[in-house]
């Protein structure tokens, strides 16, 4: 019996082209860990500020953001290379800390080890080809995950932009649906 055409497409795009789902994996864990999350307070609110951080790095990041014009080197691309990515580790470790799930914390390793390694090798090898010498020198320099503790030698001190935040991720949109199942799961605290 074949097997249908959306069957195949989609194990073929889980193969080689995971990318897509990235975004979705993302949002079903935190509406999943929210939903039948059983938070306790202690691991709710250290699990709360670890979303709160990573909301705070998402859009300090997505404000110096300058899409396929110019490599980010400032704003926290002086620290890390991928910082976006920094924040979404950080909140998703949050939401699996302050729901109180145990299996959570694993399922998150496995969705960081099934997506991430994949998106910034191709995200690299994009923004070399785009930039050549100028992203040589910041890779160099610059870790991909772990941020550095000075600041990026030749950064530029650029302002960050809520507009720009707005406009190139939505990103304050997705802060406010994050917030919102963070305020979800804490109605189960006892």
Known sequence: MAIPFGVQRFLHD??????????FIGISFVILVSVV???????????????FLGIAVRLWSSGHIKKNKALAIDGPYAFVR???????ITLGFGFALASGLWW?????IFIL???????????????????KKEWEQWRKETPALIPRITSYRTAQGGRWSFL????QNGEPIIAMFL??????LSLGLH
């Open 14 to 23: 889980i193969r080689y082209h995971r990318e897509r789902y990235r975004q």
């Open 37 to 51: 999350g059983e938070p306790k307070e202690v691991l709710f609110f250290a699990g709360g500020v670890l979303v």
């Open 82 to 88: 991928h910082p976006l990515y920094v924040g979404n």
């Open 104 to 108: 959570s914390l694993p399922l998150l």
């Open 113 to 131: 080890l099934a997506f991430y390694p994949h998106a910034i090798h191709r995200e690299d090898e994009n923004l070399h080809h785009m930039f």
């Open 164 to 167: 720009q935040s707005l406009r």
């Open 179 to 184: 917030l919102f199942w963070l305020y979800f």
